[in-house]
């Protein structure tokens, strides 16, 4: 049932015959090989490709070399071709398609069903209200700069619950047009000023002295939106100002999820008295690929205390940062139990503008009220008995979309460890953790658009050295959105 990635891609190898002539692709980011069979190259590489062994891996050769590629990290290298064929430069659609997608994105944010999922998520809604009520006196006469203002809650809770000098409603989408509307039926519109754009064209009469924006997705970082948010800080928060979020961290979990397992799996074993379990590998593939958004995790369903594996100061991170992040954890399972898979969630933090206030939070994970982003399920391939006092230990690797700028992958590496011998040291199986999210980042339903879009991240096996390591290889999936 488990089957090794590498191994099928090597037997499909042998099978292909070099009949067809190669193509040429060009590499969109550099890719570091992570064994003999793979081929390194840099963005900008030129490669032939001599087979389409699978959708994730290709088979191609640089510089007289040749090895598998991800498929995901080439495009076809139109503009080259066209000009062998002596047509003037390429101006088709593939070489004009947003790597941002505003158009799509801003749209969906244009609409109510979004801002009203995001306004009647009290718990979200009220930690900024409180931010700015336990703040209000050092708020006043500051300039507060509101980025992403959807209807303007933020800003309007700022004029309302303190009296800043001036508040700057940013936001891109069309609802900006209604926000205006609300700034003055609540009467605010001598101290909010709404901007209708992008923040990163944005022009101001001067600097701010607090930058908030609610910018986290899925997995904290889905949409990207925080990009735009660092770009704001670097050119419009002055020296010493304050970044609201301004901490963030990205919290795991390893979990039971038997419901969820059950019901996608389980399901096959005998529906009405019948034997389906020839259909489990195919839904074990098409359930548990990708991770499941809106899963909404149970206390008691924790293995261990979830820890953070990825922290973000929102004053210090770079915009580059955001192109590999990578963690650690070990998880001490607290009591025997099935491991279904890793459940992934955020905090942020808000700190106080008086030195010895406490820091508010936002914690979207089990423990605390739910959100609108639930969280988010990463599931393994075949469910896993653990015991009391085993570790799960491994990383967590963030690598963002060298193309989709919006999106990212997700690849968790892990070994279970015992100080008995339970066996599970000593299983021999590859599992598949497909966690790819390349997602949903309009917290809606999932639609894949193009096939181009496919490919697989292989993990090196790093930093985990002693006892047997579940490789992780990674499904990087079809973009989604609704
Ligand atoms: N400039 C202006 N508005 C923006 C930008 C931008 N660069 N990016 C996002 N928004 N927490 N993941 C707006 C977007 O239109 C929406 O109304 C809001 O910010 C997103 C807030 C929630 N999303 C999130």
Known sequence: MFKKVDDSIRMHQEDEDYSN??????????????????????????LLVHTKTSADWWWAELGG??????????????????????????????TSEDPWQDEEYFGSYGTLRLQLEMLSDRARTETYRQVILTNSASLRGKVVMDLGCG???????????????????VEASSIAEHTETLVRQ?????????????????ELPGTVDILISEWMGNCLLFEFMVESVLQARDRWLREGGMMWPSGASLCLVPCQALDYYTERMGFWEQPYGLDFTALQSLAQSEFFSRPRFSHLLQPEDCLATPCDVITLDMLTL??????????????????????HGFTSWFRVQFQSLERDKTTLELDTGPFSEPTHWKQTLFMLDGPISLLG?????????????????????????????????????????????????????????????????????????????????????LQVYPFYTY
């Open 186 to 202: 609540n009467g605010c519109e001598e101290v909010v000023t709404v901007f209708q754009g992008r923040a990163e064209e944005l």
């Open 318 to 339: 770079h915009v580059t940062d955001l192109e590999k992040l990578r963690g650690q954890f070990t998880f001490i399972v607290e009591k025997a139990g099935t491991f």
């Open 65 to 94: 070399l040749c090895g598998y590629v991800p498929s995901s990290y080439l495009k076809q290298d139109v503009e080259g071709s066209y000009l062998k064929q002596g047509v003037e430069e390429d101006t088709s659609e593939e």
């Open 151 to 169: 209807t303007g809650v933020i800003s309007l809770f700022c004029a309302r619950l303190a009296q800043p000098k001036a508040v700057y409603a």
């Open 389 to 473: 006092g085993e570790t799960v230990s491994g990383i967590i690797l963030l690598h963002r979309n060298p193309v989709w700028r919006r999106h990212m992958t997700v690849t968790i590496q892990w070994r279970i460890s015992s100080t008995e011998e339970t066996g599970n040291c000593m299983a021999s199986i590859l599992y598949l953790l497909g966690v790819n999210c390349n997602s949903h980042y309009l917290k809606c339903s999932l639609i894949p658009i193009s096939d181009r879009r496919c490919g697989m991240l292989p993990v090196k096996n790093d930093s985990l050295s002693n006892s047997p390591l579940f490789t992780t290889y």
């Open 21 to 46: 002539p190669p193509e040429e692709f060009i590499g969109l980011s550099d890719f570091t090989s992570c064994g003999s069979d793979q081929l390194s190259f840099r963005a900008g590489d030129r």
